[in-house]
């Protein structure tokens, strides 16, 4: 399981009630199942990846995560997982807003787009660049945004929330090992882990 999940995992509570947004396959909610008696539920966009994870035993629904959380009751949720998806969306503070209705917490990764190599790429060679994290070509990437750990820590300040956690890392080994980031975590990390709530959630 990627690295950025196993630190997700690490944060839920035996027997939580969960969402995964864009859970692809499941790989986090069978761990989560397995390990922690969690009442999961997933949203999966790609047909394929719904079929793997319903055969794997675990309950996902096939739409589009914008739409499908709309129809959840205020605070279905112990927590929201939003795993390397929110550079795909069209209108983040729409979404963070509906994510924070549904559920108690929300957990969102990312990669960083101020990792060094992607800084020192485009020094050099003055194109569009690309690292492990974000492999995709300008012309082909589903990736409608860039983000920076600094932009998002600035971005739920805006909004009014509160950042509940924060675990900057590092990863290698085609993201399934890593370490935490300490120093300079917006110019190191390749990806940026968040736990979200309401300024009211409290720090845990």
């Known amino acids: 399981m990627r690295y950025d999940l196993q630190i997700i995992a690490s944060w839920i509570e035996p027997g939580a009630r969960v969402i995964d ?14 390990t922690k008696g969690v009442r999961g539920i997933g949203i999966e966009k790609d047909e394929a990846e719904v079929r793997e994870a319903i055969r794997k035993g675990l309950t996902v629904i096939q739409g589009d ?14 927590y929201v997982i939003l795993s390397q998806t929110l550079q795909q969306i069209y209108e983040p503070h729409t979404l963070l807003k509906e994510l924070l ?41 589903p990736n409608i945004r860039v983000i920076t750990i600094r932009d998002f820590r600035k971005f739920i300040e805006d909004l009014g929330y509160q950042v509940l956690k924060e675990a900057p890392v590092s990863t290698y080994n085609r993201d399934r090992q890593g370490k935490m980031v300490r120093r300079w975590a917006n110019l190191r990390a390749t990806y940026g882990i968040f736990m979200v709530g309401k300024r009211d959630a409290g720090k845990t």
């Open 21 to 34: 947004l864009g859970c692809g396959s499941g790989d986090l909610l069978l761990h989560l199942k397995e």
């Open 65 to 78: 995560l914008n739409e499908e959380v709309r129809d959840y009751p205020d605070q279905s949720f112990d």
């Open 101 to 141: 209705r549904i559920g108690r917490r929300v957990i969102v990764s990312f990669p960083n787009f101020a990792h060094w190599t992607i800084r020192l790429d485009l020094l050099l060679h003055g194109r569009a660049p690309k690292n492990p994290q974000l492999p995709y070509e300008w012309y082909d990437t």
